[in-house]
Nanobody
Framework: QVQLVESGGGLVQPGGSLRLSCAAS????????MRWYRQAPEKQRVLVAS???????YYVDSVKGRFTISRDNAKNTLYLQMNNLKPEDTAVYYC???????????WGQGTQVTVST
């Protein structure tokens, strides 16, 4: 079955960097559209970035130029490189896969990113 496990979060000062990872299993990773979402306290989960099997990428405006989504198909792993982090980036970050019929996979536990002095 589909399994997604996020890691790499932590506490970082404004302007710092983090690299998130998402280990995927249970589906053909290389051909699937993959996404990063985030959920800030008391807010809805929102899309941050996505990457197709052909490495076409999308970013929400608030992270353009700061975040980079990438994938390693040999390792079935999705990444999110986050640079110049801001306090408003504080959230739990989740990865997910777009399955047939536009269904999403099961949500993992996420990884907490806190940007603070």
């Amino acid at each position: 079955q589909v399994q997604l496990v996020e890691s790499g979060g932590g506490l970082v000062q404004p302007g710092g960097s983090l690299r998130l990872s998402c280990a995927a299993s249970g589906f053909t990773f290389s051909s699937r559209l993959m996404r990063w979402y985030r959920q800030a306290p008391e807010k809805q989960r929102v899309l941050v970035a996505s990457i197709t099997g052909g490495n076409n990428t999308y970013y929400v405006d608030s992270v353009k130029g700061r975040f980079t989504i990438s994938r390693d198909n040999a390792k079935n792993t999705l990444y999110l490189q986050m640079n110049n982090l801001k306090p408003e980036d504080t959230a739990v970050y989740y990865c997910n896969v777009v399955l047939p019929f536009n269904n999403l996979g099961p949500w993992g536990q996420g990884t907490q990113v806190t940007v603070s002095t």
